[in-house]
Each structure stands twice: as structure tokens, then as C-alpha cells.
């Protein structure tokens, strides 16, 4: 009898035991969860599909108007809306604080925005929706809405996008010091999109937004000629694809002189930018470090085997899975609810 009564003490015990380790699983795992939908990473308190379906229905379609108009007139401001997008949430997140122009110290003009346009397209499209909707709809939000719109243009895939950001209060240059650079190691890359909230494969994939667009030669002087501490080129390119960069950048030439990012399709929103950096044929020095990388190769490797990234039911898709990494973009540090503002201009704080 009291053997049976120890055995029993020591089982209630054991099971004490494993129920406070479940507990404490569970406790664990809570607070994991919680923390990942506060996080960068996670969908936003108040950010969702179809924000303004009641206050403002005919949003999307009227920045999708606009931008069908800009891109028609001028094809090249596909590549232009959807690098806007990206400059906008890696700064401050996606709160629209690269629109503000008031002068020199906005952050517009912060060196790592070299380059950044599409301020009058946003412009025009938020001028329509005054018009509709007053005071409804953000200019964080109408960036987004135009380079989702903008890389469906350009055969790109059409996904549905979180709206609900509020307008950011501050824009200063300074805090755009720490944007992806052209001339950053692979291993900085990496660590300035975690910091972001994203991983690896956002990385590459949205590097591969350079499928469409244009560089300047100003950014392609130190990969060309100062790679190194001899003054040479990036081994990475390969050595015919060289002598093609050398004659359209040359030393001492003109810097502002533009080149297809890539020249294959230009135009043409697909995985093509991938095999490029893949045979040696990236044109920025950003994109060629992608495959500097063990996993950031084997992500590349994986998207172009066989010679496509979207035919084969076996391999993933790179369109979807880019409309996916575009999502993850979008709601890097959001403001929601009674966060920030609506802005009546998107180019001044009201």
C-alpha cells in the first residue's frame, strides 16, 4: 500500500512536471507569436486587403489609372514606382516620408536616393483622390498600390496588397544612412534587410526588381575600376560581358549615362535578371554579390534550374513568391490607426 501511494506521489509529480513544461512551451510559443505580429515582420495591427473597400471603393482603380497613364507615356516609370516603394520602407518604414520636399534636409535628398523619382505620378494620383475621397486615402498607401500596379504593367504578377498605412510626421536625410548600397558585401546586404525584418530569400527577391530598369554610370565606377586594392574589376563579371560595361561607362566618362539593368528585358517584368547574375552578366555590383553567398546562390540556383523558375509545376514560382517578398516589404515599420496622418498633399505634412 504505501509503495502504491509513493508510485502514485511520484507519478502526480512526473505529471506536475510535464504540465509545467507545457505550460511554460506554451508561454514561450505566446509570446513568440505576439512579438512576431508587433514585429516588422508580421502583418500590422489595422493594416489589411481591402482597407478602403467602404470609405474610398474606386481607390485602387484610380491609382491603377494613373498609373497605366505614366507608364504608357513613359515605360521606364514601372522600374521608377517600384524602386519609390522600396526607398520609401527601408527608410522610416512605408510611411511616405520620402515624398516630402522642404528642402535640403528632407530626406528625398539623402545621397542613398540617388537617383529615386516618380514624386509627380504619386502626386497626380493622390489629386484624383482628393478629389473622390478627401482626407480617405494615404500617400504611403498609394506607393504601394503603384508598384504593385506598375510591375503588373510590365507583365509582372497581380497580387493583392495590405493598405492602411498613415502618413509618417517626420523626413530627414540623415536617417537614410542606413539603405542597401550599391557597393555593399553580401554580408551586409543580409544584415541590413534582417534588420528589416526580412530574410534571405526577400532579398534575392527583391534585388530581382532590377528585372526591369536602369542604373547610371555613377554607379558603376568602383566595380569597373576600384574593386580592389589594385584598381581592378569585380571577378565576377564575366570577361566579355566586361568589355561591354567598360564601353558604355568608361573611365572618366560621362556618369550620368544609363544602362538597362537588364538589357535582355528591359521592359519585361520576369526571372531573367537571375540568370544573368547567375552566367556573370549582373550589371550592378549589388545584384553580382548575391551569388557570393551560399544560400543566397543556392535561392538563385534554385529559381533558374533548368532554365526556368515558373514552367515547371515541381519548382517554385518566382512571380508569386515575389508578390509574397513585396507583401513582407510593405509593411516594414507601418503606422496604423491613430499613428502618423493623412497628408492632403503628399509632398508636405498638413
Known amino acids: 500500500m504505501r509503495r502504491a501511494m509513493r508510485m502514485k506521489r511520484r507519478s502526480d509529480s512526473n505529471t506536475a512536471v510535464a504540465a509545467a513544461i507545457v505550460a511554460a512551451l506554451v508561454l514561450v510559443l505566446t509570446v513568440h507569436v505576439v512579438g512576431l505580429s508587433a514585429s516588422e515582420g508580421g502583418q500590422p495591427q489595422n493594416l489589411q486587403v481591402g482597407f478602403y473597400s467602404k470609405s474610398c471603393p474606386s481607390a485602387e482603380s484610380i491609382v491603377r489609372a494613373v498609373v497605366k497613364e505614366a507608364v504608357l507615356s513613359v515605360p521606364q516609370n514601372a522600374a521608377v514606382l517600384l524602386r519609390l516603394h522600396f526607398h520609401d520602407c527601408f527608410v522610416e518604414g512605408c510611411d511616405g516620408s520620402i515624398l516630402i520636399e522642404n528642402g535640403d534636409s528632407s530626406e528625398r535628398h539623402a545621397g542613398a536616393h540617388a537617383g529615386v523619382g516618380g514624386f509627380e505620378i504619386i502626386e497626380a494620383a493622390k489629386a484624383r483622390l482628393e478629389t473622390t475621397c478627401p482626407g480617405v486615402v494615404s500617400c504611403s498607401d498609394i506607393v504601394a498600390m503603384a508598384a504593385r500596379d506598375a510591375v503588373f504593367l510590365s507583365n509582372g504578377p497581380f497580387y493583392e496588397i495590405e493598405t492602411g498605412r498613415r502618413d509618417g510626421r517626420v523626413s530627414k536625410w540623415t536617417l537614410a544612412a542606413d539603405m542597401p548600397d550599391v557597393n555593399d558585401s553580401i554580408r551586409t546586404l543580409k544584415s541590413k534587410f534582417r534588420q528589416k525584418g526580412l530574410k ?151
Open 200 to 350: 534571405d530569400k526577400d532579398l534575392v527577391l527583391l534585388s530581382a526588381a532590377h528585372t526591369i530598369g536602369t542604373t547610371a554610370c555613377f554607379f558603376m565606377g568602383t566595380r569597373l575600376y576600384h574593386f580592389n586594392s589594385t584598381s581592378g574589376s569585380d571577378p565576377a563579371i564575366d570577361p566579355r560581358f566586361f568589355l561591354v560595361l567598360k564601353s558604355i561607362c568608361p573611365p572618366g566618362g560621362d556618369v550620368n549615362v544609363r544602362l538597362a539593368l537588364d538589357a535582355v528585358t528591359e521592359f519585361m517584368f520576369d526571372d531573367q535578371i537571375l540568370h544573368n547574375i547567375k552566367r556573370g552578366f549582373a550589371v550592378i555590383s549589388s545584384d553580382a554579390r548575391l551569388y557570393d553567398n551560399r544560400h543566397t546562390r543556392q535561392i538563385i540556383d534554385l529559381y533558374t534550374q533548368n532554365g526556368t523558375s515558373s514552367k515547371h509545376g515541381n519548382l517554385p514560382s518566382f512571380k508569386a513568391d515575389f508578390a509574397n517578398s513585396m507583401v513582407n516589404m510593405g509593411r516594414i515599420g507601418v503606422k496604423t490607426g491613430s499613428e502618423g496622418e493623412i497628408r492632403r498633399v503628399c509632398s508636405s505634412f498638413n
